[in-house]
Protein backbone atom coordinates (compact mmCIF):
# COMPACT_ATOMS: atom_id res chain seq x y z
CA UNK A 1 0.00 0.00 0.00
CA UNK A 2 2.80 2.12 1.36
CA UNK A 3 4.49 1.22 -2.13
CA UNK A 4 1.40 2.14 -4.66
CA UNK A 5 1.22 5.43 -2.53
CA UNK A 6 4.42 7.17 -3.37
CA UNK A 7 4.36 5.93 -6.42
CA UNK A 8 1.34 7.68 -6.98
CA UNK A 9 2.61 10.89 -4.94
CA UNK A 10 5.69 10.88 -7.05
CA UNK A 11 4.13 10.95 -10.59
CA UNK A 12 2.34 13.55 -9.34
CA UNK A 13 4.85 15.84 -7.99
CA UNK A 14 6.81 15.27 -11.32
CA UNK A 15 4.19 16.49 -13.49
CA UNK A 16 2.93 19.21 -11.39
CA UNK A 17 5.92 20.53 -10.83
CA UNK A 18 6.59 20.80 -14.44
CA UNK A 19 3.65 21.79 -15.43
CA UNK A 20 3.57 24.79 -12.81
CA UNK A 21 7.01 25.79 -14.12
CA UNK A 22 6.11 25.92 -17.32
CA UNK A 23 2.43 27.80 -16.54
CA UNK A 24 4.17 30.25 -14.54
CA UNK A 25 6.73 31.07 -16.87
CA UNK A 26 4.35 31.73 -19.71
CA UNK A 27 1.92 33.88 -17.10
CA UNK A 28 4.98 35.84 -16.04
CA UNK A 29 6.24 37.24 -19.34
CA UNK A 30 2.45 37.87 -19.79
CA UNK A 31 2.09 39.63 -17.28
CA UNK A 32 5.49 41.68 -17.71
CA UNK A 33 4.81 42.20 -21.15
CA UNK A 34 1.37 44.04 -20.13
CA UNK A 35 2.98 45.70 -17.18
CA UNK A 36 5.59 47.53 -20.05
CA UNK A 37 3.42 48.41 -22.19
CA UNK A 38 0.75 50.08 -20.43
CA UNK A 39 3.51 51.59 -18.17
CA UNK A 40 6.39 52.30 -20.72
CA UNK A 41 8.80 50.40 -18.95
CA UNK A 42 12.37 49.61 -19.58
CA UNK A 43 14.78 46.51 -19.23
CA UNK A 44 15.42 47.41 -15.63
CA UNK A 45 12.39 48.16 -14.29
CA UNK A 46 10.81 45.06 -15.64
CA UNK A 47 13.85 42.70 -13.89
CA UNK A 48 12.71 44.75 -10.80
CA UNK A 49 9.27 43.66 -11.29
CA UNK A 50 9.91 40.06 -11.74
CA UNK A 51 9.77 39.03 -7.98
CA UNK A 52 6.36 41.03 -7.67
CA UNK A 53 4.90 39.59 -10.35
CA UNK A 54 5.62 36.05 -9.39
CA UNK A 55 2.97 35.63 -7.02
CA UNK A 56 0.45 36.88 -9.35
CA UNK A 57 1.30 34.62 -11.99
CA UNK A 58 1.55 31.64 -9.39
CA UNK A 59 -1.97 31.74 -7.95
CA UNK A 60 -3.69 31.47 -11.28
CA UNK A 61 -1.06 28.55 -12.22
CA UNK A 62 -1.72 26.68 -9.48
CA UNK A 63 -5.65 25.49 -9.19
CA UNK A 64 -4.83 24.33 -13.12
CA UNK A 65 -1.83 22.32 -12.99
CA UNK A 66 -3.05 20.73 -9.78
CA UNK A 67 -5.97 19.62 -12.18
CA UNK A 68 -3.65 18.59 -14.52
CA UNK A 69 -1.29 16.92 -13.07
CA UNK A 70 -4.21 14.76 -11.42
CA UNK A 71 -5.86 14.29 -14.69
CA UNK A 72 -2.85 13.36 -16.61
CA UNK A 73 -1.78 10.79 -13.95
CA UNK A 74 -5.01 9.00 -13.00
CA UNK A 75 -6.04 9.02 -17.07
CA UNK A 76 -2.72 7.22 -17.81
CA UNK A 77 -2.87 4.79 -14.89
CA UNK A 78 -6.77 3.94 -15.51
CA UNK A 79 -6.10 3.82 -19.38
CA UNK A 80 -3.53 1.54 -18.56
CA UNK A 81 -5.28 -1.34 -16.62
CA UNK A 82 -3.20 -0.24 -13.56
CA UNK A 83 -6.75 0.89 -11.41
CA UNK A 84 -8.30 -2.29 -12.43
CA UNK A 85 -5.41 -4.70 -11.41
CA UNK A 86 -5.68 -2.85 -8.40
CA UNK A 87 -9.10 -4.22 -7.55
CA UNK A 88 -8.59 -7.16 -8.81
CA UNK A 89 -5.88 -7.40 -5.85
CA UNK A 90 -8.44 -6.00 -3.56
CA UNK A 91 -6.87 -3.12 -2.74
CA UNK A 92 -9.27 0.34 -3.00
CA UNK A 93 -8.82 3.20 -5.84
CA UNK A 94 -8.88 5.52 -2.07
CA UNK A 95 -5.50 4.10 -1.59
CA UNK A 96 -4.23 5.99 -5.31
CA UNK A 97 -6.70 8.90 -4.51
CA UNK A 98 -5.68 9.62 -1.01
CA UNK A 99 -2.38 11.02 -1.92
CA UNK A 100 -3.37 13.05 -4.35
CA UNK A 101 -6.32 14.62 -1.79
CA UNK A 102 -3.56 14.72 0.76
CA UNK A 103 -1.08 16.83 -1.82
CA UNK A 104 -4.01 19.32 -2.90
CA UNK A 105 -4.86 20.02 0.73
CA UNK A 106 -0.89 21.13 1.19
CA UNK A 107 -1.15 22.68 -1.69
CA UNK A 108 -4.43 24.52 -1.13
CA UNK A 109 -2.92 26.31 1.91
CA UNK A 110 -0.15 27.14 -0.05
CA UNK A 111 -2.08 28.83 -2.42
CA UNK A 112 -4.01 30.84 0.21
CA UNK A 113 -0.90 32.26 1.24
CA UNK A 114 0.09 32.58 -2.72
CA UNK A 115 -3.49 34.84 -3.04
CA UNK A 116 -2.66 36.74 -0.22
CA UNK A 117 0.96 37.71 -1.06
CA UNK A 118 0.14 38.74 -4.70
CA UNK A 119 -2.53 40.92 -3.70
CA UNK A 120 -0.49 42.89 -1.11
CA UNK A 121 2.50 42.39 -1.27
CA UNK A 122 3.27 41.96 -5.09
CA UNK A 123 1.02 44.29 -6.62
CA UNK A 124 2.00 46.81 -3.66
CA UNK A 125 5.74 46.22 -5.15
CA UNK A 126 4.74 46.69 -8.44
CA UNK A 127 3.41 50.32 -8.03
CA UNK A 128 6.25 51.13 -5.82
CA UNK A 129 8.69 49.91 -8.76
CA UNK A 130 6.35 52.07 -11.20
CA UNK A 131 6.50 55.24 -9.15
CA UNK A 132 10.22 55.56 -8.57
CA UNK A 133 10.80 54.70 -11.98
CA UNK A 134 8.48 57.60 -13.41
CA UNK A 135 11.01 59.69 -14.56
CA UNK A 136 12.82 57.03 -16.56
CA UNK A 137 9.19 56.37 -18.10
CA UNK A 138 7.84 59.67 -18.71
CA UNK A 139 11.56 60.21 -20.28
CA UNK A 140 11.14 57.38 -22.34
CA UNK A 141 7.62 57.58 -23.51
CA UNK A 142 8.68 61.42 -24.45
CA UNK A 143 11.62 60.29 -26.42
CA UNK A 144 9.23 57.71 -28.52
CA UNK A 145 5.74 59.07 -28.51
CA UNK A 146 6.58 62.89 -27.74
CA UNK A 147 3.46 62.97 -25.27
CA UNK A 148 2.72 61.57 -22.03
CA UNK A 149 -0.84 61.70 -19.65
CA UNK A 150 -2.46 60.38 -16.86
CA UNK A 151 -5.88 61.10 -15.46
CA UNK A 152 -3.83 64.31 -13.71
CA UNK A 153 -1.81 65.82 -15.77
CA UNK A 154 -0.37 65.61 -19.22
CA UNK A 155 3.07 66.33 -21.10
CA UNK A 156 3.80 67.28 -24.68
CA UNK A 157 7.26 68.56 -26.31
CA UNK A 158 8.46 69.47 -29.43
CA UNK A 159 11.82 66.75 -28.85
CA UNK A 160 13.84 65.93 -26.31
CA UNK A 161 17.56 66.46 -26.15
CA UNK A 162 18.75 64.58 -23.49
CA UNK A 163 17.14 65.57 -20.45
CA UNK A 164 15.81 68.84 -21.81
CA UNK A 165 12.28 69.11 -22.84
CA UNK A 166 11.88 70.91 -26.35
CA UNK A 167 9.07 72.99 -26.29
CA UNK A 168 7.03 71.28 -23.63
CA UNK A 169 3.45 72.27 -22.47
CA UNK A 170 2.51 70.63 -19.05
CA UNK A 171 -1.58 70.73 -17.87
CA UNK A 172 -2.12 69.38 -14.36
CA UNK A 173 -5.55 68.90 -12.90
CA UNK A 174 -5.79 69.48 -9.57
CA UNK A 175 -7.45 66.94 -7.67
CA UNK A 176 -10.95 67.97 -6.21
CA UNK A 177 -10.30 71.18 -8.03
CA UNK A 178 -12.19 72.61 -11.48
CA UNK A 179 -9.07 74.86 -11.96
CA UNK A 180 -6.23 73.73 -14.01
CA UNK A 181 -2.59 74.70 -14.59
CA UNK A 182 -1.04 75.03 -18.58
CA UNK A 183 2.62 75.89 -18.48
CA UNK A 184 4.12 76.55 -21.65
CA UNK A 185 7.87 76.97 -22.01
CA UNK A 186 10.92 77.23 -24.04
CA UNK A 187 12.55 73.87 -22.24
CA UNK A 188 12.41 71.95 -19.34
CA UNK A 189 14.05 69.36 -17.12
CA UNK A 190 11.98 66.50 -14.99
CA UNK A 191 13.69 65.32 -11.73
CA UNK A 192 11.84 62.97 -9.36
CA UNK A 193 12.39 63.20 -5.30
CA UNK A 194 11.38 60.18 -3.94
CA UNK A 195 11.86 61.25 -0.58
CA UNK A 196 9.36 63.92 -1.08
CA UNK A 197 7.06 62.13 -3.64
CA UNK A 198 7.19 64.35 -6.12
CA UNK A 199 8.23 65.22 -9.69
CA UNK A 200 10.20 68.64 -9.45
CA UNK A 201 9.63 70.32 -13.06
CA UNK A 202 11.83 73.15 -13.92
CA UNK A 203 10.68 75.55 -16.59
CA UNK A 204 13.22 78.27 -18.35
CA UNK A 205 11.54 81.15 -20.72
CA UNK A 206 7.55 80.12 -20.57
CA UNK A 207 3.70 81.03 -19.76
CA UNK A 208 1.52 80.27 -17.21
CA UNK A 209 -1.97 80.07 -17.38
CA UNK A 210 -4.28 79.20 -14.42
CA UNK A 211 -8.26 79.75 -15.53
CA UNK A 212 -8.22 83.64 -16.18
CA UNK A 213 -4.56 84.44 -15.00
CA UNK A 214 -1.94 84.37 -17.55
CA UNK A 215 1.56 85.29 -16.72
CA UNK A 216 5.40 85.37 -18.46
CA UNK A 217 8.11 84.61 -17.21
CA UNK A 218 12.00 85.08 -18.48
CA UNK A 219 13.65 82.74 -16.41
CA UNK A 220 12.77 79.78 -14.40
CA UNK A 221 10.08 79.05 -12.15
CA UNK A 222 9.89 75.55 -10.61
CA UNK A 223 6.61 73.23 -10.00
CA UNK A 224 6.13 70.12 -8.02
CA UNK A 225 4.22 67.48 -8.77
CA UNK A 226 2.95 64.43 -6.88
CA UNK A 227 4.59 61.59 -8.08
CA UNK A 228 0.73 60.23 -7.25
CA UNK A 229 -0.31 62.49 -10.14
CA UNK A 230 2.12 61.56 -12.72
CA UNK A 231 2.33 57.75 -12.40
CA UNK A 232 0.02 55.56 -14.03
CA UNK A 233 0.04 53.36 -10.82
CA UNK A 234 -1.19 55.06 -7.26
CA UNK A 235 1.51 54.74 -4.86
CA UNK A 236 -1.02 53.84 -2.53
CA UNK A 237 -4.56 51.32 -2.34
CA UNK A 238 -7.67 51.52 -0.18
CA UNK A 239 -9.41 48.73 -2.18
CA UNK A 240 -10.15 45.74 0.24
CA UNK A 241 -9.29 42.83 -2.59
CA UNK A 242 -5.37 44.13 -1.75
CA UNK A 243 -5.28 44.26 2.25
CA UNK A 244 -3.06 41.83 4.08
CA UNK A 245 -4.84 39.48 5.40
CA UNK A 246 -3.19 40.19 8.87
CA UNK A 247 -4.93 43.47 8.69
CA UNK A 248 -8.69 42.39 8.05
CA UNK A 249 -10.01 42.76 11.52
CA UNK A 250 -7.84 46.34 12.18
CA UNK A 251 -9.49 47.03 8.94
CA UNK A 252 -12.47 46.09 9.90
CA UNK A 253 -12.76 47.52 13.16
CA UNK A 254 -11.92 50.98 11.15
CA UNK A 255 -14.43 50.57 8.65
CA UNK A 256 -17.26 50.29 11.53
CA UNK A 257 -15.84 52.67 13.24
CA UNK A 258 -15.74 55.06 10.23
CA UNK A 259 -19.60 53.98 9.59
CA UNK A 260 -20.47 55.42 12.89
CA UNK A 261 -19.29 58.58 12.74
CA UNK A 262 -21.12 59.49 9.33
CA UNK A 263 -24.62 58.11 11.18
CA UNK A 264 -23.34 60.51 14.20
CA UNK A 265 -22.99 63.11 11.37
CA UNK A 266 -26.21 62.82 9.82
CA UNK A 267 -28.20 61.88 13.46
CA UNK A 268 -26.66 65.38 14.75
CA UNK A 269 -27.49 67.23 11.62
CA UNK A 270 -31.26 66.41 12.26
CA UNK A 271 -30.96 67.06 15.80
CA UNK A 272 -29.92 70.48 14.83
CA UNK A 273 -32.77 71.48 12.59
CA UNK A 274 -34.86 70.02 15.20
CA UNK A 275 -33.66 72.00 17.85
CA UNK A 276 -33.59 74.97 15.71
CA UNK A 277 -37.23 74.61 14.99
CA UNK A 278 -36.56 74.41 10.80
CA UNK A 279 -38.24 71.20 10.50
CA UNK A 280 -38.09 71.38 6.50
CA UNK A 281 -34.30 70.89 7.25
CA UNK A 282 -35.08 67.16 9.00
CA UNK A 283 -36.51 65.96 5.54
CA UNK A 284 -33.94 63.11 3.97
CA UNK A 285 -32.50 64.91 0.89
CA UNK A 286 -30.87 67.10 3.30
CA UNK A 287 -28.58 64.56 4.60
CA UNK A 288 -28.36 63.28 0.79
CA UNK A 289 -24.05 63.71 1.19
CA UNK A 290 -24.18 61.75 4.54
CA UNK A 291 -26.46 58.79 3.09
CA UNK A 292 -24.31 59.14 0.23
CA UNK A 293 -21.41 58.40 1.90
CA UNK A 294 -23.19 56.03 4.34
CA UNK A 295 -23.75 53.71 1.18
CA UNK A 296 -20.18 53.60 0.04
CA UNK A 297 -18.87 53.16 3.60
CA UNK A 298 -21.26 49.92 4.02
CA UNK A 299 -20.21 48.59 0.61
CA UNK A 300 -16.74 48.84 1.82
CA UNK A 301 -17.92 47.17 4.88
CA UNK A 302 -19.17 44.12 2.97
CA UNK A 303 -16.37 43.55 0.94
CA UNK A 304 -14.00 44.01 3.82
CA UNK A 305 -15.87 41.09 5.31
CA UNK A 306 -16.33 38.63 2.14
CA UNK A 307 -12.18 39.48 1.17
CA UNK A 308 -10.80 36.53 3.75
CA UNK A 309 -13.79 34.29 2.60
CA UNK A 310 -12.90 34.45 -1.00
CA UNK A 311 -9.42 33.98 -0.30
CA UNK A 312 -9.87 30.93 1.53
CA UNK A 313 -12.37 29.45 -0.93
CA UNK A 314 -9.97 30.45 -3.91
CA UNK A 315 -6.86 28.82 -2.76
CA UNK A 316 -9.04 25.29 -1.53
CA UNK A 317 -10.32 25.38 -5.18
CA UNK A 318 -7.29 22.93 -5.19
CA UNK A 319 -8.46 20.52 -3.51
CA UNK A 320 -11.61 21.11 -4.82
CA UNK A 321 -10.56 20.28 -8.24
CA UNK A 322 -8.37 16.97 -7.30
CA UNK A 323 -11.80 15.28 -5.49
CA UNK A 324 -13.42 15.99 -9.31
CA UNK A 325 -10.80 15.04 -11.39
CA UNK A 326 -9.32 12.43 -9.87
CA UNK A 327 -12.43 9.80 -10.16
CA UNK A 328 -13.30 11.35 -13.45
CA UNK A 329 -10.30 10.66 -15.57
CA UNK A 330 -10.33 7.14 -13.53
CA UNK A 331 -14.04 6.77 -15.10
CA UNK A 332 -13.12 8.55 -18.96
CA UNK A 333 -9.75 6.14 -19.25
CA UNK A 334 -8.04 8.27 -21.42
CA UNK A 335 -3.91 7.74 -21.71
CA UNK A 336 -4.23 11.44 -23.50
CA UNK A 337 -3.57 14.12 -20.87
CA UNK A 338 -4.55 16.79 -22.67
CA UNK A 339 -8.12 15.00 -23.44
CA UNK A 340 -8.64 14.07 -19.71
CA UNK A 341 -7.62 17.62 -18.18
CA UNK A 342 -10.25 19.50 -20.51
CA UNK A 343 -13.09 16.37 -20.22
CA UNK A 344 -12.15 17.34 -16.45
CA UNK A 345 -11.99 21.37 -16.98
CA UNK A 346 -15.30 21.70 -18.29
CA UNK A 347 -17.78 20.70 -16.19
CA UNK A 348 -15.51 23.17 -13.55
CA UNK A 349 -15.39 25.73 -15.82
CA UNK A 350 -19.29 25.87 -16.58
CA UNK A 351 -20.35 24.58 -12.93
CA UNK A 352 -17.55 26.54 -10.35
CA UNK A 353 -16.78 29.47 -11.51
CA UNK A 354 -20.09 31.18 -12.73
CA UNK A 355 -21.29 29.90 -8.95
CA UNK A 356 -17.88 31.02 -7.47
CA UNK A 357 -18.29 34.49 -9.40
CA UNK A 358 -22.20 35.00 -8.18
CA UNK A 359 -21.13 34.05 -4.80
CA UNK A 360 -18.88 36.76 -4.71
CA UNK A 361 -20.98 39.25 -6.20
CA UNK A 362 -23.69 38.94 -3.57
CA UNK A 363 -21.79 39.18 -0.66
CA UNK A 364 -19.98 42.18 -2.15
CA UNK A 365 -23.50 43.54 -1.84
CA UNK A 366 -24.12 42.27 1.63
CA UNK A 367 -27.25 40.46 0.12
CA UNK A 368 -26.10 37.05 1.06
CA UNK A 369 -23.52 36.19 4.41
CA UNK A 370 -19.90 36.37 2.77
CA UNK A 371 -19.33 31.98 3.52
CA UNK A 372 -21.62 32.33 0.06
CA UNK A 373 -18.37 32.23 -1.38
CA UNK A 374 -17.87 28.76 -0.88
CA UNK A 375 -20.85 27.63 -2.41
CA UNK A 376 -18.74 26.60 -5.65
CA UNK A 377 -16.63 24.82 -3.59
CA UNK A 378 -19.45 23.12 -2.00
CA UNK A 379 -21.15 21.87 -5.19
CA UNK A 380 -18.03 20.36 -6.72
CA UNK A 381 -16.71 18.91 -3.65
CA UNK A 382 -20.60 16.83 -3.42
CA UNK A 383 -20.34 16.17 -7.03
CA UNK A 384 -16.65 14.88 -6.44
CA UNK A 385 -17.79 12.67 -3.99
CA UNK A 386 -20.69 10.83 -5.58
CA UNK A 387 -17.80 10.14 -8.43
CA UNK A 388 -15.91 8.80 -6.06
CA UNK A 389 -17.97 6.23 -4.38
CA UNK A 390 -18.91 5.65 -7.85
CA UNK A 391 -15.35 4.85 -8.92
CA UNK A 392 -15.04 2.63 -5.70
CA UNK A 393 -17.99 0.66 -6.20
CA UNK A 394 -17.62 -0.43 -9.74
Known amino acids: MKIISRYV??????????????LTLFMLVVGLVREAQQ?????????????????????????GTMLFAVA???GRMSASNEVIALKAAGISPMAIIWP?????????????WLNDVAVSWGRDGVRRVVVNSVEQIIYGRLRQQRSYSTSQMSINVKAVDGRRLIRPTLSFQSAGQGTSATVSAAEAELRADPERSTLVVTFRDGTLHMGDYSASFPDSIVREVPLDAVSRKSSTSTSPSEIAMARFATERADQVARIDRVEQLAAGKTAMAILAGRMELTAPGHVGYERELLKQERNRLHRIVMEPWRRWANGFSCLCFVLVGAPMAIRMRNADFLTSFFLCFLPILI???PVFMLGVDLAKRGSVPPAAVWMGNVLITLWGWWLLRSVVRQ
Open 9 to 22: LWDLLQVFLVALAA
Open 72 to 74: SVF
Open 39 to 63: QGLGLLQILMLVPYVLPEAMRFAVP
Open 351 to 353: VYY
Open 100 to 112: AAALALVVSFVSV
